[in-house]
């Protein structure tokens, strides 16, 4: 913004003579006018010039002005709020907004913002059992009876004990 300052005001003084040396005209009562014709090459890069001005003023500082006063919500790129759909209709907008984990449809008019529906997917994981308590409601069934193959291990070495 400061140079934006020293700019015009170096810029003053050479706009004082820029009638002078671009050839422009004078005022029209006091001075008589220099020839016929209006179609030469200094009102050509008068305007040229004063076009050229505009659209640096328009293109650099406009722009920088309207941030400056404008009190708008800015979010950065990789935020927690993006705004996934939109949709006009004639009293407003739909947007489809996702903001963290909940997928939203918002109805934004002149009179508020209303959610409409939650559109977010139930997530597998919330009904989800943790391993204790997989363990805790799981049926215990034990084979009472012993395999044969080991009850006729035992009768061998009964055996040999006796």
């Known amino acids: 913004m400061r140079r934006l300052l020293a700019l015009i005001l170096a810029s003053l003084p050479v706009a004082a003579f820029a009638g002078d040396l671009l050839g422009t005209k004078g005022d029209p009562i006091t001075t008589a006018p220099a020839g016929g014709g209006g179609l030469g090459i200094a009102p050509m890069i008068q305007m040229l010039a004063a076009l050229g001005i505009v659209l640096i003023l328009l293109k650099v500082l406009l ?3 309207l941030t400056k006063f404008s009190k ?3 979010t950065s790129l990789d935020g ?8 006009a209709f004639a009293g407003g907008n ?3 907004v996702k903001a963290r984990k909940k997928t939203l449809l918002l109805s934004v008019a002149t009179t508020g913002v209303v959610c409409l529906a939650d559109l977010s997917e139930p997530d597998p994981l919330a009904d989800a059992q943790t391993f204790q308590e997989m363990v805790d409601t799981a049926v215990v069934e034990v084979d009472v009876e012993e395999p044969t193959g080991a009850r006729l291990a035992l009768e061998r070495l009964s055996r040999f004990a006796s």
């Open 63 to 65: 722009p920088r002005l």
């Open 72 to 74: 708008k919500l800015v």
């Open 80 to 87: 927690g709020i993006k705004i996934e759909e939109s949709a």
């Open 94 to 96: 739909l947007y489809v």
